[in-house]
Protein backbone atom coordinates (compact mmCIF):
# COMPACT_ATOMS: atom_id res chain seq x y z
CA UNK A 1 0.00 0.00 0.00
CA UNK A 2 1.05 3.46 -1.09
CA UNK A 3 2.19 5.52 2.06
CA UNK A 4 2.25 9.32 1.78
CA UNK A 5 2.78 11.02 4.84
CA UNK A 6 1.67 15.00 5.94
CA UNK A 7 3.93 17.23 7.39
CA UNK A 8 1.78 19.96 9.67
CA UNK A 9 2.83 22.97 9.43
CA UNK A 10 0.21 23.99 11.08
CA UNK A 11 -2.14 25.48 8.74
CA UNK A 12 -6.26 25.19 9.62
CA UNK A 13 -6.88 22.46 6.78
CA UNK A 14 -3.71 20.12 7.56
CA UNK A 15 -6.36 17.56 8.93
CA UNK A 16 -8.46 17.74 5.94
CA UNK A 17 -5.49 16.90 3.64
CA UNK A 18 -4.45 13.92 5.85
CA UNK A 19 -8.22 12.93 5.68
CA UNK A 20 -8.60 13.40 1.60
CA UNK A 21 -5.54 10.69 1.78
CA UNK A 22 -6.94 8.34 4.07
CA UNK A 23 -10.21 8.48 2.52
CA UNK A 24 -8.16 7.26 -0.76
CA UNK A 25 -7.27 3.98 0.84
CA UNK A 26 -3.65 5.67 1.75
CA UNK A 27 -1.64 4.39 4.32
CA UNK A 28 -0.81 8.43 5.53
CA UNK A 29 -0.15 9.49 9.00
CA UNK A 30 0.03 13.36 10.23
CA UNK A 31 3.57 14.28 11.70
CA UNK A 32 4.46 17.61 12.96
CA UNK A 33 6.79 19.43 11.17
CA UNK A 34 9.92 19.67 13.55
CA UNK A 35 10.57 15.31 13.38
CA UNK A 36 13.55 14.42 11.90
CA UNK A 37 12.91 13.49 7.70
CA UNK A 38 15.73 10.61 8.38
CA UNK A 39 13.23 8.57 10.33
CA UNK A 40 9.95 9.15 7.97
CA UNK A 41 9.53 6.26 5.52
CA UNK A 42 7.34 7.11 3.49
CA UNK A 43 6.21 7.12 -0.75
CA UNK A 44 5.54 10.61 -0.58
CA UNK A 45 5.40 13.57 1.20
CA UNK A 46 2.77 16.27 1.61
CA UNK A 47 4.19 19.59 3.03
CA UNK A 48 1.08 21.37 4.19
CA UNK A 49 -0.54 25.20 4.44
CA UNK A 50 0.31 27.05 7.34
CA UNK A 51 0.55 30.31 8.53
CA UNK A 52 4.29 31.66 7.76
CA UNK A 53 7.13 30.52 7.31
CA UNK A 54 9.19 30.99 10.36
CA UNK A 55 6.44 27.42 11.56
CA UNK A 56 7.60 25.84 9.01
CA UNK A 57 10.11 23.49 11.10
CA UNK A 58 11.82 21.72 8.98
CA UNK A 59 9.83 21.16 6.29
CA UNK A 60 12.90 22.13 3.94
CA UNK A 61 14.44 18.72 4.84
CA UNK A 62 12.15 16.98 3.32
CA UNK A 63 13.00 18.22 -0.18
CA UNK A 64 16.26 16.74 0.19
CA UNK A 65 14.93 12.93 -0.21
CA UNK A 66 14.46 10.88 -3.06
CA UNK A 67 10.18 10.83 -2.97
CA UNK A 68 7.71 13.00 -4.34
CA UNK A 69 6.84 16.62 -2.25
CA UNK A 70 3.40 17.96 -3.30
CA UNK A 71 3.62 21.79 -1.40
CA UNK A 72 0.44 23.16 -0.69
CA UNK A 73 -0.15 26.92 -0.34
CA UNK A 74 2.58 27.28 2.19
CA UNK A 75 4.00 24.16 1.15
CA UNK A 76 4.21 25.00 -2.74
CA UNK A 77 6.13 28.71 -1.52
CA UNK A 78 8.68 26.76 0.64
CA UNK A 79 9.32 24.70 -2.28
CA UNK A 80 9.79 27.98 -4.20
CA UNK A 81 11.85 29.76 -1.57
CA UNK A 82 14.29 27.11 -0.98
CA UNK A 83 14.43 25.67 -4.53
CA UNK A 84 15.59 29.18 -5.56
CA UNK A 85 12.27 31.04 -6.54
CA UNK A 86 10.78 33.91 -5.33
CA UNK A 87 8.19 34.47 -2.94
CA UNK A 88 6.28 37.86 -2.28
CA UNK A 89 3.08 39.30 -0.99
CA UNK A 90 -0.16 38.83 -2.94
CA UNK A 91 -2.27 41.41 -4.10
CA UNK A 92 -5.68 40.22 -3.40
CA UNK A 93 -5.01 38.83 0.09
CA UNK A 94 -7.40 36.51 1.85
CA UNK A 95 -9.39 33.19 0.66
CA UNK A 96 -11.16 33.43 -2.32
CA UNK A 97 -12.74 30.70 -4.89
CA UNK A 98 -10.85 31.17 -7.91
CA UNK A 99 -11.10 29.75 -11.25
CA UNK A 100 -7.44 28.44 -12.41
CA UNK A 101 -6.69 28.01 -15.78
CA UNK A 102 -4.35 24.83 -16.09
CA UNK A 103 -1.32 25.37 -18.49
CA UNK A 104 -0.05 21.98 -19.06
CA UNK A 105 -2.47 19.34 -19.64
CA UNK A 106 0.41 16.74 -19.81
CA UNK A 107 1.20 17.43 -16.16
CA UNK A 108 0.80 14.13 -13.99
CA UNK A 109 -0.61 16.25 -11.04
CA UNK A 110 -2.87 18.94 -12.29
CA UNK A 111 -3.64 18.45 -15.80
CA UNK A 112 -6.47 15.97 -16.00
CA UNK A 113 -8.30 19.36 -14.61
CA UNK A 114 -7.76 21.06 -17.52
CA UNK A 115 -9.20 23.34 -18.87
CA UNK A 116 -9.35 24.94 -15.85
CA UNK A 117 -10.81 24.26 -12.37
CA UNK A 118 -12.65 26.00 -9.31
CA UNK A 119 -10.85 26.63 -6.35
CA UNK A 120 -10.62 27.78 -3.06
CA UNK A 121 -7.41 29.60 -2.27
CA UNK A 122 -4.96 31.68 0.06
CA UNK A 123 -3.11 34.15 -1.58
CA UNK A 124 -1.48 36.41 1.59
CA UNK A 125 1.71 35.38 -0.06
CA UNK A 126 2.50 33.87 -3.15
CA UNK A 127 5.27 32.66 -5.29
CA UNK A 128 6.53 35.25 -7.36
CA UNK A 129 9.08 33.72 -9.44
CA UNK A 130 9.53 29.44 -10.27
CA UNK A 131 12.68 28.17 -9.32
CA UNK A 132 14.98 26.00 -12.12
CA UNK A 133 13.66 23.42 -13.05
CA UNK A 134 9.76 24.21 -12.39
CA UNK A 135 7.69 24.29 -15.19
CA UNK A 136 4.24 27.08 -14.77
CA UNK A 137 1.38 24.60 -14.84
CA UNK A 138 -1.67 27.03 -13.35
CA UNK A 139 -2.47 30.52 -13.47
CA UNK A 140 -5.92 32.50 -12.42
CA UNK A 141 -6.81 36.39 -12.57
CA UNK A 142 -5.74 36.66 -8.96
CA UNK A 143 -2.55 34.85 -8.86
CA UNK A 144 0.43 34.55 -12.08
CA UNK A 145 1.55 31.50 -10.36
CA UNK A 146 -1.04 28.92 -8.79
CA UNK A 147 0.74 25.92 -10.06
CA UNK A 148 4.41 24.44 -10.60
CA UNK A 149 5.74 21.55 -11.53
CA UNK A 150 9.37 19.76 -11.28
CA UNK A 151 8.30 16.37 -13.37
CA UNK A 152 11.78 15.62 -13.40
CA UNK A 153 12.84 15.46 -9.56
CA UNK A 154 8.82 15.13 -8.73
CA UNK A 155 8.43 17.99 -6.96
CA UNK A 156 4.63 19.76 -7.09
CA UNK A 157 3.03 22.53 -5.84
CA UNK A 158 -0.21 24.07 -5.57
CA UNK A 159 -1.48 27.00 -4.34
CA UNK A 160 -4.73 26.41 -3.76
CA UNK A 161 -6.32 23.31 -1.21
CA UNK A 162 -7.46 20.23 -2.51
CA UNK A 163 -8.27 19.53 0.89
CA UNK A 164 -11.38 21.78 1.24
CA UNK A 165 -15.05 20.89 -0.40
CA UNK A 166 -14.67 24.62 -2.00
CA UNK A 167 -12.17 22.91 -4.22
CA UNK A 168 -14.08 21.24 -7.18
CA UNK A 169 -11.36 18.45 -8.37
CA UNK A 170 -9.61 18.89 -5.27
CA UNK A 171 -9.54 14.71 -4.62
CA UNK A 172 -8.75 14.29 -7.97
CA UNK A 173 -5.07 15.90 -7.36
CA UNK A 174 -4.59 13.65 -4.33
CA UNK A 175 -5.79 10.76 -6.45
CA UNK A 176 -2.92 12.34 -9.17
CA UNK A 177 -0.33 12.68 -6.67
CA UNK A 178 -0.84 9.24 -5.28
CA UNK A 179 -0.24 8.18 -8.80
CA UNK A 180 2.73 9.97 -8.98
CA UNK A 181 4.07 8.06 -5.68
CA UNK A 182 3.30 4.72 -7.05
CA UNK A 183 5.46 4.74 -10.18
Given at each position: ???????????????????????????????????????????????????????A???????D???P?????L???????????????????????????????????I???????????????????????F????T??V????????????????????????????????????????Q
Amino acid sequence: MTRIVVIDNHGQFTHLEHRALRDLGVDTDLIDNDVDPDGVDADGIVLSGGPDMNRAGRSAEYLDGDVPVLGICLGMQLLAEELGGTVGSGEYGGYADVTVDILDDDDPLIGSLAPDTRVWASHADEVKELPDGFSHTGTSDVCGIEAMSDTERDLYGVQWHPEVIHTEQGEEVFENFRAICEQ
